[in-house]
């Protein structure tokens, strides 16, 4: 079972940037497509990007598109989610998940098949 532990959550003001980080231990994720998740008080948890095993593939939501970057370092098992031009609607938990598949051709809709972490705060202020 593939432990998962995000970090480099915070408080920013809007226009800032925060990167993100999950560290997986306990076993190699370097074979499993990577997600990141969020969710906002009230609201249910939703996509935010996936990359695929070897990083050549990755796919954002429509909301972060252009401002998110994905990525990861498979010698540290470890995937990052770079986030600029931060806005105050991006505050939410922001969750890793392993071994996650496309549901959908276009990459807009995603299952998660392994483990989530545990989650980071992020709050972007007005």
């Known amino acids: 079972q593939v432990q998962l532990v995000e970090s480099g959550g915070g408080l920013v003001q809007a226009g800032g940037s925060l990167r993100l980080s999950c560290a997986a231990s306990?076993?190699?994720?370097?074979?499993?497509?990577m997600g990141w998740f969020r969710q906002a008080p009230g609201k249910e948890r939703e996509f935010v990007a996936a990359i695929n095993w070897s990083g050549a593939g990755t796919y954002y939501a429509d909301s972060v598109k252009g401002r998110f970057t994905i990525s990861r370092d498979n010698a540290k098992n470890t995937v990052y989610l770079q986030m600029n031009s931060l806005k105050p609607e991006d505050t939410a938990v922001y969750y890793c998940?392993?071994?996650?598949?496309?549901?959908?051709?276009?990459?807009?809709?995603?299952?998660?098949?392994?483990?989530w972490g545990q989650g980071t705060q992020v709050t972007v202020s007005s």
């Open positions: 306990g076993r190699t994720v370097s074979s499993y497509g």
């Open positions: 998940a392993a071994d996650v598949a496309a549901k959908s051709p276009d990459g807009s809709s995603w299952t998660v098949r392994g483990s």
